[in-house]
């Protein structure tokens, strides 16, 4: 029952498809070999010996829960002297979560499989079932996730704490167009130290201590932490303009990590965006290419229940012109739709066209009357016009 329990926590680099370690190159284009250019991107994530070292401190962690020698406040002080600052979490249906052991960690979009030290599957959104283990494996997550908050080299006591001190999580903005007031950790911060490192000093906005921070080593600029982000992208999730000045003076990067293949959710300027905070974007902007900006563009998305509840009605729709659209081949097209700002389907056409018109034009009048979409917005965020589409198969044989 123990195996079944206790989740295996992946920690190859197939959850990171953004860094480009393998394929780094130096600035004369030549291709650098894996483990310079490990260090070239500075994330702990991409490197294989640091991922090798966590998996066998898991397994040791495993084998110490089944014989029931774990000792949590012991286990918990070893992997910080180790560097590894990984909570004890339990794996949902719903994703990640520290909670059941007596943490809450505020993390946009949630936790990620690496961040967290997965103990036990919980169903439902029930407590750790530990029958079979006389609740060892939930008591040790409490007390490990205890120790690990407050130990001082514990340097994201601002963006995990105990349920009970953590207070009522924010509501989500009403305004789907107002933006996240604070996407990550909370706003009061505790003390921070200079071995908590620049992504500390960034949160609570300490020009003099990223001063002297990027004197001791400047490589760290763009070095992400455990939740993947940089410096930067945590003075822009907190507001700290002087702080994000000071780091892009020191040629800090909007796109992320050094090894940043794409801007994805943990960028500045993908931060800076969710929060709507548009002179931040306009300040980062002529700091990427025009191909990087344009990227941050989203197409509109349907929503999956008018897709699902689409798809029955295209099943019906074919099954009446069956014995029409048999008397051609099977053929793929595209729906194309013109969507509003709002969402709202203004327009509709197939490419190629069908034999039957009749068909084609029930077709995108269920379209529109069905599938609903979320607006597409531009690289700031702002809701905007833009097409979409969507591709259907039908007809006879091959």
């Avoid at 000045?245 to 969710?274: F, H």
């Amino acid at each position: 029952m123990l195996r079944k329990r206790l989740a295996t926590l992946s920690l190859l680099c197939l959850g990171l498809p953004a860094l480009a370690g393998c394929g780094a190159r130096d600035s004369g284009g030549t291709v650098v070999p894996d483990g310079v250019a490990l260090a070239q991107c500075g994330d702990a994530r991409a490197d294989t010996n640091w991922l090798k070292s966590l998996r066998k401190s898991d397994d040791a962690l495993r084998r110490a829960l089944a014989n029931g020698t774990a000792n949590a406040v012991a286990a918990a002080h070893k992997a910080l002297d180790r560097g590894d600052y990984r909570l004890a979490a339990a794996t949902t249906a719903e994703g990640i979560s520290p909670e059941p052991y007596g943490v809450e960690c505020r993390v946009l979009g949630g936790l990620a499989p690496w961040t967290v030290r997965a103990l036990a599957f919980v169903a439902d959104g029930e407590q750790p079932a530990d029958e079979d283990l006389g609740g060892k494996v939930t008591g040790f997550g409490r007390r490990y996730n205890a120790a690990m908050l407050a130990d001082p080299r514990f340097p994201y006591a601002d963006v995990c704490r105990a349920v009970d001190k953590a207070g009522p999580k924010p509501a989500e903005p009403t305004d789907p167009d107002a933006g996240t007031v604070q996407p990550y950790g909370f706003a009061e911060l505790g003390e921070a130290r200079m071995i908590h490192g620049l992504g500390a000093a960034a949160r609570r906005g300490s020009v003099y201590d990223i001063g002297i921070l990027l004197s001791r080593d400047k490589a760290k600029v763009d070095e992400p932490d455990l939740f993947g982000l940089t410096p930067l992208a945590w003075a822009v999730a907190y507001h700290r303009w002087p702080a994000a000045e000071a780091l892009l003076r020191a040629k800090a990067s909007p796109i992320g990590a050094a090894c940043q293949s794409a801007i994805d959710r943990e960028s500045p300027l993908q931060v800076a965006r969710v929060m709507r905070w548009y002179a931040m974007i306009r300040r980062m902007r002529p700091l990427v290419t025009e191909e990087e900006f344009a990227s941050l563009r989203q197409k509109p998305r349907w929503t999956d229940a008018s897709l699902s509840e689409f798809n029955h009605a295209l099943t019906e729709l074919k099954e009446r012109y069956e014995a029409t659209l048999r008397q051609q081949r099977f053929t793929r097209h595209d729906l194309n739709f013109e969507v509003d700002e709002r969402g709202n389907t203004t327009s509709c056409t197939m490419d190629p066209a069908s034999i039957s018109p009749g068909f084609d034009k029930e077709l995108c009048g269920l379209a529109m009357e069905i599938v609903r979409w979320t607006p597409a917005r531009d690289a700031f965020g702002t809701r905007v016009p833009e097409s979409a589409k969507l591709l259907v198969g039908f007809g006879g044989g091959s």
